[in-house]
């Protein structure tokens, strides 16, 4: 009963390609962030949603583009891809949209750009 | 905006020994956060500190909050190499939105 689940956990791909990561949450909370995180594990969000509506919105190229279907789900599509894509992504949930409430992690998606 | 300072960046200490980290924030801080990020894991959720002076105790990890609420600091003491990772601190940043510090990474030798 993963309570923020990330899938792929991995993925591999090329320069140029277009990629998908996807995220679901079983605890009810309103709000989903994605995470970036590099290689010296500098931990940067990207975007947050709180009831399917983007609230945060990072300076992040617009080939990342974050959509929320439902409360519970907030997939992330990436074109383009470029090396310095690379990195690991986490998607985050918390109950509501204050700063700073406890988050949820999910596994962590590590995208190689090849 | 808000900047929040975390260091060590790493700190690499014989198994037994304590291991401190610090954050610094260039602003008053309604909260803080400490989040454990084991090897190869998800950053998990340790503690949050909301009062000036605040200490709170979890076993062997002690973690402070500064009385101007600018500071705080995670130690551990008698370290394990169960406690290796890196820990980060987490501050509120407007509408929503945690800033979190760079981390320091902590390797135990037994």
């Known amino acids: 009963d993963t309570a923020v689940s990330q899938t792929p956990k991995y993925l591999v791909t090329q320069m140029g390609n277009d990629k998908s990561i996807k995220c679901e949450q079983n605890l009810g909370h309103n709000t989903m962030y994605w995470y970036k995180q590099d290689s010296k594990k500098f931990l940067k969000i990207m975007f947050s949603y709180n009831n399917k509506e983007l609230i945060i919105n990072e300076t992040v190229p617009n080939r990342f583009s974050p959509k929320s279907p439902d409360k519970a789900h907030l997939n992330l599509h990436i074109n383009s891809l470029e090396l310095g894509d690379s990195a690991v992504y986490f998607c985050?949930?918390?109950?509501?949209?204050?700063?700073?409430?406890?988050?949820?992690f999910g596994q962590g998606t590590r995208l190689t750009v090849v | 905006g808000q900047q929040v300072m975390q260091i060590p960046q790493y700190q690499h200490v014989q198994e037994g020994e304590d291991f401190t980290t610090y954050c610094n924030s260039s602003?008053?801080?309604?909260?803080i956060q400490w989040y454990k990020q084991r090897p190869g894991g998800h950053p998990v959720f340790l503690i949050q500190?909301?009062?000036?002076?605040e200490v709170k105790k979890q076993k062997r990890l002690t973690f402070q909050f500064g009385e101007a609420k600018k500071n705080s600091s995670l130690h551990i003491t008698a370290t394990q190499t169960t406690d290796v990772g890196t820990y980060f601190c987490?501050?509120?940043?407007?509408?929503?939105?945690?800033?979190f510090g760079d981390g320091t990474t902590l390797t135990v030798k037994p």
């Open positions: 500190l909301v009062k000036s002076g």
């Open positions: 985050a949930s918390t109950p509501g949209n204050r700063a700073n409430t406890e988050a949820f």
């Open positions: 602003t008053t801080l309604s909260n």
């Open positions: 987490a501050g509120p940043e407007g509408a929503g939105k945690s800033t």
